[in-house]
């Protein structure tokens, strides 16, 4: 049987959606984890889009209308998916700076039978996922 726990938590205003995700990933000691689901709302964005240097940014008020990627206190990957208020929709990587306009409710789920870790490992330039069965 897979050892599967389930975190549910909810950001307030003005808290940095990436580093509050990875605060509980540290203090829940996640090796392998996922985002099961995020609904609320940003006032600030900061999304690297798609080979892209540095991240894109903007103000206003903004639907989270997806949060998904992996989870690790050894380094997680995120991409988001936002709408502003006529529906224009962007995703990329979700990056440091993403502040929650009203609030920010997501659930993760972590299994202990896995250990997600990132490296070169020489299929891209990019620290990609590497995944250690436990079982």
């Not at 936002?82 to 009203?102: A, N, Q």
Request: proline share 2%.
């Amino acid at each position: 049987m897979s050892k599967v726990q389930l975190y549910a938590f909810r950001l307030q205003p003005g808290q940095d959606l990436k580093k509050e995700i990875q605060r509980v990933v540290v203090e829940k000691q996640v090796k392998a984890g996922w985002i099961n689901t995020c609904v609320g709302s940003l006032q600030t964005f900061h999304i690297r889009f798609a080979n892209q240097p540095v991240p894109t940014t903007g103000s206003g008020h903004f639907e989270i209308l997806g949060l998904s990627g992996t989870l690790s206190v050894h380094g997680s990957h995120i991409h988001i998916i936002i709408s502003d208020s006529s529906g224009k929709t962007i995703g990329g990587h979700l990056t440091e700076g993403c502040l929650v306009y009203t609030t920010a409710e997501i659930v993760i789920t972590a299994c202990g039978d896995f250990e997600f870790t990132r490296a070169n490992d020489g299929t891209t330039q990019w620290q990609e996922l590497q995944v250690k069965n436990l079982k």
